[in-house]
């Protein structure tokens, strides 16, 4: 595609209720991350792909975490028994995945999925 | 934490005025990028500075890095209303693709 798309944009649910959220990268693109962002708060890192495999889980804060990639394309974060402090803006970003010469290694984010957590 | 720290956490200055934005991490580090983010989104990339470099220009932007301080600065010149963000700087951990974002800058510049 010609961007980042995360869905859903915006996702309202009871606490203690499974929610999952989708992340299409840009066509190519071998990286994919997601961030999660509280309001008003910096970036906190959550999980990176490098194709399907996921070198680096270390920031998922809790088993009800997990996320998934299949055919190096789509990703999705789900979330199980959802609490109040999951309440976040979720954001994805690509990148090529490989630094070259005329690659700058940038992130190309989505515009987010907001989860408000009753 | 995995997060980089950034000072300060507002700036609040006059269109035309110069803002500077500092960043400061703890690992070793492949490059150093800045990012902007408006209404609490998706954040766009602005600038990237490699390990091996200390000072990056485009266009108003200047980015200085010295890796002995693990730290980082973004200077803005001839800010216009149209810079009013949020800016995050990024470091790259040195072998591999990890992103550590910073806390961030929220700036706001006044027309």
């Known amino acids: 595609g010609a961007g980042v798309s995360q869905s859903p944009s915006n996702k309202v649910t009871e606490k203690g209720k499974d929610v999952e959220l989708r992340c299409d990268p840009i066509?190519?693109?071998?990286?994919l991350y997601w961030y999660r962002q509280s309001l008003g708060q910096g970036l906190e890192f959550l999980i990176y792909?490098?194709?399907?495999?996921?070198?680096?889980k270390s920031g998922l804060p809790s088993d009800r975490f997990s996320a998934e990639r299949t055919g190096g394309s789509v990703s999705t974060l789900t979330i199980q028994r959802t609490q109040q402090e999951d309440s976040a803006v979720y954001l994805c970003?690509?990148?090529?995945?490989?630094?070259?010469?005329?690659?700058?290694?940038?992130?190309?984010f989505g515009e987010g999925s907001r989860l408000t957590v009753l | 934490s995995q997060q980089g720290e950034e000072d300060p956490q507002a700036l609040s200055i006059q269109e035309g005025e110069n803002a500077t934005m500092n960043c400061s991490y703890k690992?070793?580090?492949?490059?150093l990028q800045w990012y902007r983010q408006n209404s609490g989104r998706g954040l766009v990339h602005l600038i990237l500075?490699?390990?091996?470099?200390r000072e990056k220009h485009s266009g108003r932007l200047r980015v200085t890095l010295d890796t002995s301080k693990k730290s980082s600065s973004l200077l803005i010149t001839a800010s216009r209303a149209a810079d009013t963000a949020s800016y995050f700087c990024?470091?790259?951990?040195?072998?591999?693709?990890?992103?550590?974002f910073g806390t961030g800058t929220r700036l706001k510049v006044l027309a």
């Open positions: 970003a690509s990148s090529p995945g490989v630094w070259t010469r005329s690659n700058t290694g940038e992130l190309f």
């Open positions: 066509s190519g693109h071998t990286a």
């Open positions: 792909f490098q194709g399907n495999s996921a070198p680096d």
């Open positions: 690992t070793s580090i492949n490059n």
């Open positions: 500075i490699r390990s091996n470099e």
């Open positions: 990024a470091m790259v951990t040195s072998g591999t693709y990890k992103y550590i």
